[in-house]
């Protein structure tokens, strides 16, 4: 069956299911408008409550989808010309109100009640700002996608609450500036809304509207808001000023270094849903440094963003997974071929490890009519490494990366259905070079009226002027039940060899085709007398290389997971690899390694992390059918919650291949050498962190890894894939080290301003001693070249509208 076959069926098969379609009631709730400003104080003791309509009636979502909430809670909604107001009784034993203290953005295992807001009304997109008893904010962007429905904690809004705790259960206020949404204006404006509250001694979250366990997303099961009548969207417009100093000192030198760094942050809205956002002279020497490991793989590692500007509001440039923002700014394009362009004598003295980042500009929102536009535009500077003669002492710059100007542009349309269809490109140019990357891509998920079928799909094309094969493409589709306790999964996909997105995008492997289908049986509500849900799924995957067609590898998953109604998990899996044919491991074009059929098993626990004390573990292993080839890995967490303030984790990872082969070297294209090593892994990381109240918070992670293989033997690859003993010349053992010390103070001072003082340290070892103890080890990476950093920087935030009403 070809490609167009599948589209056929599929879409023959979503217009058929959605003839049994039917319409799912939605709660209503109506907002009063005020005359005057509530206080917000937390006392719902105003006049106006007793006037305003109450959403109430919440149902559970967990653990007894769809029953009444343990306790009754009430909320009213109210408006004026320049924000919206929410005030909530939550009913309970004040006595049992779960209510630990920490800072923004992080709930924590605190009681919270949160509200969800839908501008646009088509299940799309969502704004969410949830509270804990202790008055911690979190607020999150929902943004639905081809897997569901994602929550984007990096989006941040300035906005007002209070709490307070009576003999009744606890109450929360709201003040959300209509400078804090983006919303189209309208006469009389329908928003979706949802309210939902987490009880914790009873593991139980509840929603206003429905939340039906066993429909894929929450966005589109809002219920409505009406009676907001003539609002205007206020001017959008926000400055964030900021200046930083470090000092930074490296193990070898007598003496530290000073430095400075200042910027600005600006946030416009250009219309009433669409933002610009911009960064002149971004600095982000504070954030958490990168888990570095031994990659002994053929894959780059890749990388979480972490840069504030690069993760929030990014949902419509995620389209078509074209798009890996940590390319900008990253280590220059050119700079691991510095030794090619060496001359006799010479020596590299300066690489620089990243490229310059000195502006970076983005555009996005949605229009009431559906339409949603996104636009990302970065520029980094020109790296030049400098090489040394050895024997004259000259020097000389060699470009690393010519100035660079990195683009980004999508649109797409929101359809019925909580569907949508986007295009995106992505662009990389460089002056004074006729390098140029660009990638065009589509994604697409159509569901029925009934949202129980989803047909989703991605396609894009590569084009890269300096390779001998310019242009490469993919595509994916898929097929779905995502309603009721019987759901599946068909997919096929689709990488040509000569697909290249990874100037601006990320992609392991190209030159791969492959079939999946997945059968799932979910029981959403507790059953038995210790059940509170149980999920089982069967995978079968097909995977090949596309050109020339060669199987690669047939494999079999099942894992099924359990969460008890004491709130502990549990979960199994199960793999069985068929007669693997690896050609990425070799480095080398359609050259393969002939591996060995193999089992993998998991077990996974657990206990309730709500409680003081939790612990959690994975447990794994994998074993070849034919030959003593095994290993196994592990991973424990204990978290403990010593008090409302402090918490403590820890973690260790311990990873084990007692015999496996793996590529070491090759010489051209018919010598290949493959090495049969044990590698052991050991990470070992310690996190703190003390909050003095919701707005200050001291954050300690300290983190060591260690990994080493050791080789034992070396041999030649046969053209079958098989192996022959080999007497190779070099020693691939290699013993590395990271460890880091992250340590952080952090004080919100003003709305949306902070004050950030961060401590960094950091070692990186590498060498070919692998038989040391954990203990010598780690007094030799001790011995290492360490790095220092002290930073102390000041974040402004500075709002228009609040300088208009205080004029």
């Given amino acids: 069956m070809n490609l167009r076959q599948y589209l056929l069926l599929a879409i023959f098969l979503l217009q058929a299911f959605s003839l049994f379609s039917q319409a799912v009631t939605r709660k209503q709730v109506t907002a009063l408008r005020l005359a005057e400003p509530l206080k917000i ?27 009444a909430s343990f306790k009754p809670s009430e909320v009213s909604v109210f408006y004026d010309d320049n924000a919206l107001y929410i005030g909530a009784k939550l009913y309970d034993d004040p006595d049992s109100i779960k209510n630990y203290i920490t800072t923004r953005d992080n709930i924590g295992v605190a009681d919270y009640f949160g509200f969800l807001i839908d501008p646009n009304n088509d299940g799309l997109t969502a704004y969410e700002f949830i509270v804990t008893p202790a008055n911690s904010q979190t607020d999150l962007k929902a943004i639905k996608n081809s897997n569901g429905d994602n929550e984007d904690a990096s989006w941040d809004a300035v906005w007002q609450s209070a709490t307070k705790i009576n003999s009744d259960g606890w109450c929360v206020e709201y003040r959300i500036p209509y400078s804090a949404l983006r919303f189209p204006e309208s006469e009389n404006p329908v928003w979706g809304v949802n309210f939902f509250r987490r009880i914790r001694r009873y593991n139980s979250n509840n929603s206003w509207n429905r939340i039906n366990s066993e429909v894929s997303g929450f966005i589109q099961q809002s219920g409505i808001l009406l009676g907001i009548k003539n609002i205007k969207a206020p001017i959008r417009l926000s400055v964030s000023p900021h200046i930083a100093t470090y000092y930074q000192k490296n193990s ?35 954030i958490q440094s990168d888990d570095e490991e031994l990659n002994l793989s053929p894959y780059e590692i890749y990388y979480d963003e972490k840069r504030q500007f690069f ?23 050119f ?76 649109v797409e349309k929101s359809l019925a259905n909580n569907s949508f269809l986007s295009v995106i490109n992505t662009n990389l140019t460089m002056a004074n070079s006729n390098y140029l990357a660009n990638v065009t891509g589509t994604e697409f998920q159509f569901k029925n009226k009934k949202q ?67 059968l799932s049986y979910n029981i959403h509500d507790p059953f038995w007398t210790i059940f509170k849900s149980w999920y089982g799924h069967v995978r079968v995957e097909n995977t090949m290389l596309y050109s020339p067609a060669r199987q690669v590898e047939n494999q079999l998953r099942f894992w099924t997971e359990a969460t008890f109604k004491n709130n502990w998990w549990l979960g199994l899996f199960y793999a069985r690899a068929f007669d693997p044919h690896d050609y990425f491991e070799t ?37 070849a059918s034919q030959e003593d080839i095994w290993g196994y890995w592990s991973y424990n967490n204990l978290w403990w919650k010593a008090t409302s303030r ?70 030649f690859l ?34 949306g301003s902070e004050l950030s003082v961060v401590w960094k340290n950091a070692i990186y070892s590498e060498n070919k001693n692998t038989h040391m103890s954990y203990g010598k080890n780690i007094s030799e990476t001790f011995k290492a070249e360490k790095t220092n950093s002290l930073s102390v920087k000041i974040l402004y935030y500075i709002d228009y509208n609040s300088l208009k009403i205080k004029r």
């Avoid at 430095?259 to 504070?286: A, E, N, R, W």
């Avoid at 510095?338 to 000195?358: G, M, T």
């Avoid at 626990?605 to 994998?622: A, E, P, Q, R």
């Avoid at 010349?729 to 880091?740: E, G, M, P, T």
């Fill in 252 to 286: 070898g030198e007598n003496s530290g270094k000073f430095f400075f760094k200042g910027g600005i942050d600006l946030k416009y809205g250009l219309s009433d849903s669409h933002t610009l956002d911009l960064m002149l002279v971004p600095d982000f020497g504070q």
């Fill in 41 to 67: 104080d937390g006392i719902l003791d105003e006049s106006q409550y007793q006037l305003s309509d109450k959403a109430k009636d919440f149902l559970q979502i967990m653990p007894y989808n769809g029953r």
């Fill in 311 to 333: 993760v929030e509001g990014v949902e419509l440039f995620n389209r078509a997974s074209i798009f890996y923002s940590r390319r900008i700014g990253a280590k220059p394009r």
């Fill in 587 to 623: 480095r080398v074009e359609n050259r393969f390694y002939k591996g060995y059929s193999y089992n993998m098993y998991e077990f996974n626990f657990h206990t309730d992390t709500d409680k003081k004390l939790s612990w959690n573990t994975c447990i794994g292993d994998y074993v």
């Fill in 452 to 518: 129980n079928y989803q047909l989703s799909g991605v396609g894009a094309l590569s084009y890269r002027s300096v390779a001998e094969e310019k242009t490469g493409y993919k595509y994916q589709l898929a097929f779905k039940r995502i309603k009721g306790k019987f759901q599946f999964l068909f997919n096929h996909d689709v990488v040509s060899k000569t697909f290249n997105p990874n100037d601006m995008g990320y992609i392991q492997r190209s030159n791969e085709m492959g079939d999946d289908l997945q």
């Fill in 335 to 410: 700079a691991d071929s510095i030794d090619n362009q060496l001359r006799i004598n010479e020596k590299e003295s300066y690489n620089p490890s990243e490229a310059q980042l000195i502006n970076a500009t983005k555009v996005s929102g949605r229009s009431k009519s559906g339409w949603g536009i996104g636009m990302l535009n970065a520029m980094t500077l020109s790296g030049e490494a400098i090489v040394r003669d050895t024997v004259t002492g000259d020097k000389r710059e060699i470009v690393t990366q010519p100035f660079s100007n990195y683009n980004v542009a999508v």
């Fill in 718 to 751: 046969n053209p079958d894939g098989t192996l022959s003993a080999y007497d190779y010349s070099d020693n691939a053992d290699v013993n590395f080290n990271a460890f880091n010390i992250d340590m952080s103070f952090r004080w919100e001072f003003a709305p």
């Fill in 646 to 715: 402090f918490n403590f984790m820890y973690e260790l990872t311990a990873n084990k291949d007692i015999k496996n082969y793996g590529y070491v070297g090759h010489e051209n294209r018919d010598s290949v050498y493959y090495g049969l090593y044990e590698r052991t892994t050991l990470i070992n990381t310690i996190s703190m962190s003390y909050t003095f109240n919701t707005k200050t918070k001291i954050d300690f992670r300290g983190r060591h890894y260690w990994s080493w293989a050791d080789y034992s033997s070396y041999y």
